[in-house]
């Protein structure tokens, strides 16, 4: 895909936005960024490999979810865990690459079991579609999905573009706004919707839950799951009900950081592709 090129002016009048060229199909980008931008972790339980007859299951698991209705490829993707104040993925047993052919269908789960099965819980109810050995915390962790390895990275030090979406819980830094209550060995983080709910904050999102239930890529699809349509008009940042100069202001003062409230293709990242998006959808919002 040939990368986008933009030319800027000074002063930003309806004549000098047409000085943006934008060779590539803006369609071609958001269409594959947003849908993976609907990826979300949806469960996290850390109290396997416990000998203790009262944990919920052997082998500790994190639930993957997407949202949206295309089917995602994860070649490439990682889910990495760190300690309450470590590093993200800061051993090779403390991440999981997918294979190349890993795709999660729309609005389906895949289930990763990690740690070796233990004598105390129970079996999970489905059969995981992937297996590794990382061993997250009972109590107090943090599990982040990135679209490339972040190898021993530390919290806000992530190669940019490349987090998508993170959990922690007890008292682990890197938080979405708040981390979800302490963790343990009978209950588990679950994303409330059944995956739905993300509005970035960890807490809100999250609901502790003893012996919670997790899907896998065979489970039932999610049957809210694009129920709610998307807003009309998201570049309308001021929503005054069209997309104009005022909105470009607040795009360019967003520029290059990670503010997922001005990154319209949910890649990470304010830049080209989002100025591009944008300017398709110049003029009255649809009503």
Not at 61 to 76: H, K, M, Q, R, W
Not at 114 to 127: D, E, I, K, R
């Amino acid at each position: 895909m040939k990368h986008c090129e933009i030319r800027t002016h000074a002063s930003f009048s309806r004549a000098s936005l047409l000085l943006v060229t934008v060779p590539c199909t803006v369609a071609c980008i958001a269409a594959h960024s947003s849908a993976a931008g609907a990826l979300r972790i949806s469960q996290v339980y850390g109290g396997g490999g416990s000998t203790s007859v009262l944990a919920a299951y052997n082998v500790d698991y994190i639930e993957i979810f997407n949202s949206g209705p295309d089917p995602v490829s994860l070649a490439g993707w990682t889910v990495e865990y760190g300690s309450a104040a470590g590093n993200w993925g800061s051993s090779a047993t403390n991440m999981f690459a997918f294979p190349k052919t890993a795709v999660i269908a729309p609005c389906s789960y895949l289930l990763l079991a990690s740690g070796v099965p233990s004598t105390g819980g129970a079996a999970l109810p489905v059969v995981a579609d992937f297996s590794f050995t990382m061993a997250l915390s009972a109590t107090n962790g943090k599990v982040g999905l990135f679209r490339a390895v972040n190898a021993n990275v530390a919290c806000g030090a992530e190669v940019v573009g490349t987090l998508v979406d993170k959990v922690a819980y007890g008292t682990a830094n890197c938080s979405e706004t708040t981390a979800v209550g302490v963790l343990s060995n009978t209950t588990g983080a679950v994303r409330n919707g059944a995956g739905m709910d993300d509005t970035d904050s960890n807490i809100a999102d999250f609901t502790v839950v003893t012996t919670p239930i997790p899907h896998n890529a065979a489970s039932p699809t999610n049957p809210n799951c694009g129920s709610v349509p998307p807003p009309p008009c998201p570049a309308d940042f001021n929503a005054d009900g069209s997309v104009g100069a005022q909105d470009l202001a607040v795009l360019l003062g967003a520029w290059g950081t990670n503010d997922a409230a001005y990154d319209l293709n949910a890649d990470g990242i304010i830049g080209a592709a989002d100025l591009a998006q944008m300017l398709s959808a110049w003029g009255v919002c649809p009503s």
